[in-house]
């Protein structure tokens, strides 16, 4: 089975992805391999030099992020060019990682992607696990976590689809409002239920 895990911003997913790690579950992260995807000498790096020129690289040929982040900034066209290079290197990689777990004989793998839905990605799992909080909640670990104040903080959560949006397509929901002991106890439920811990 493949389980997709998703959620927004300081929803708690890390929490509860270091949780099925700490099971044991092999782990496909997104973020990780958006990293992955553009280290020094990958293909889609150089892809992304020779479309934005090979200022964006830095002197050990590693990926300027702030001079990439001044190009494509507020420049829509640049930044859906950059996005039809990384995006589709992404989707490839995380599919490669999650078949060589499955032929390693994995029976269950977790594919942890923050934009799931947005990047409609249903299609890569079979169950989808939603780790969701109340607004109050997010709002308020939001503004703590990153320093942020509440209309930064607004600002971000209005940027994502909405949780309740989230949680009509998954096949399971995580509240994570309370303790981290209450939101185990959820998971162990949800992963008993579909027959995989």
Do not use: C
């Not at 930064?152 to 399971?172: N, W």
């Amino acid at each position: 089975m493949i389980i997709g895990l998703t959620g927004s911003i300081a929803s708690g997913k890390s929490t509860v992805s270091n949780m099925l790690k700490a099971y044991g579950f092999p782990i496909v992260d997104a973020d990780l391999v958006a990293r992955q995807v553009v280290e020094p000498g990958s293909e889609t790096l150089q892809k992304i030099a020779e479309v934005f020129g090979k200022e964006i690289l830095t002197e050990n040929g590693e990926l300027d992020r702030k001079k990439l982040g001044a190009i494509i900034f507020n420049n829509e066209e640049k930044r859906q060019l950059l996005n039809s290079i990384i995006h589709p290197a992404i989707r490839k990689e995380m599919l490669r990682q999650r078949d060589e777990h499955l032929a390693n004989g994995e029976k269950t793998v977790i594919m942890d992607i923050p934009l799931l839905f947005e990047s409609k990605l249903q299609h890569f799992v079979d169950k989808i696990l939603v780790v969701s909080v109340s607004e109050d909640v997010q709002l308020q670990r939001l503004m703590e976590r990153n320093q942020l104040s509440e209309e930064e903080a607004k600002a971000r959560i209005q940027s994502q689809l909405p949780l309740s949006v989230k949680e009509q397509g998954a096949d399971a929901v995580i509240n994570n409002n309370g303790t981290i002991d209450e939101t185990r106890k959820q998971l162990e439920q949800i992963l008993n239920e579909w027959d995989v811990l």
